[in-house]
């Protein structure tokens, strides 16, 4: 029942969170709304500048996820006219993890973060904080970071990253939260709604969590688990916009727990190969 309590409280948690405006999710800072006078954006920047900061900010955005190097130049021409404030801070961030700098990145998204919590209230910036700290080995801070963001799903427009981010989110709390099995049943339990040809994977993690949680037997869980040729090749170790980012190491531990299924060691009860026979041992 804990997978199942722990789904619904985030998702009622998500379900609040939903009620948030439109422009709370904009990637667009909130000095770009129309607000003038106490931002300090606006004291320091008047007329042309201040809408040509704006014009920056919204050109690197639009090309943050086709042309990362423009979006980046966009950035820095942004600096150049307000300094590093959060918002230009964390589109530069976003530009270097897709160039491959997610140490860098991570380093951009603290500073963001320690100047103003609220640059990240676009959730797919804060996605991208949350790989940059799993790429760059900062476990624990993967960690909170995908909570928090599970906590924020429901402002994610995009299906398919609402599935990656549930999937990342067991992957991390089954790697490096101790007991996390149950934790990260619950996210594949709401990633199974939209598996958007992302079943094998969901499958392969859901049976990893069962054998971790000491539950290998039990009754319904994982009747028919996927083949590991349908999870095709491991996934970079990098950023990518094509697949889910897993821990090092989880994807290993992921075919062998398909490998280890298929051989028939501990099949679980309700499988094909179970049927007619006595209970487990």
Request: aromatic content about 6%.
């Amino acid at each position: 029942m804990l997978p199942l309590a722990l789904g619904v409280l985030l998702q009622a948690r998500a379900a609040t969170l939903d009620l948030t405006t439109a422009a709370q999710a904009s990637p667009r800072p909130r000095e770009c709304w129309g607000a003038t006078g106490g931002d300090g954006v606006w004291v320091r920047l008047r007329g042309a500048d201040a809408q040509r900061y704006c014009e920056l900010l919204a050109r690197g955005y639009a090309r943050l996820g086709q042309t990362p190097e423009a979006a980046l130049q966009a950035a820095q021409a942004a600096q150049a006219l307000a300094g590093p404030v959060p918002a230009v801070v964390v589109l530069a961030a976003r530009a270097d993890l897709r160039l491959g700098e997610s140490s860098l990145a991570y380093q951009l998204f603290q500073g963001a973060e320690a100047k103003d919590a609220q640059a990240f209230a676009d959730p797919k910036a804060l996605h991208d904080y949350a790989r940059a700290a799993s790429l760059a080995g900062k476990s624990p801070e993967a960690v909170r970071l995908y909570r928090l963001l599970v906590s924020r799903i429901a402002l994610l427009d995009d299906p398919r990253e609402r599935a990656f981010v549930q999937i990342e989110a067991a992957a991390h709390v089954l790697s490096h939260v101790e007991g996390g099995a149950d934790e990260a049943l619950g996210y594949l339990a709401h990633a199974r709604r939209e598996t958007l040809g992302l079943s094998a994977w969901i499958s392969g993690l859901r049976l990893l969590a069962i054998q971790r949680s000491g539950r290998g037997n039990g009754p319904g869980l994982l009747a028919t688990p996927p083949s590991l040729a349908s999870l095709g090749a491991a996934p970079p170790a990098q950023f990518s916009a094509e697949f889910p980012l897993l821990p090092p190491g989880l994807f290993a531990a992921l075919g062998a727990a398909l490998s280890t299924r298929a051989e028939g060691v501990a099949p679980l009860r309700g499988s094909p190969r179970s049927a007619g026979k006595g209970k487990p041992r």
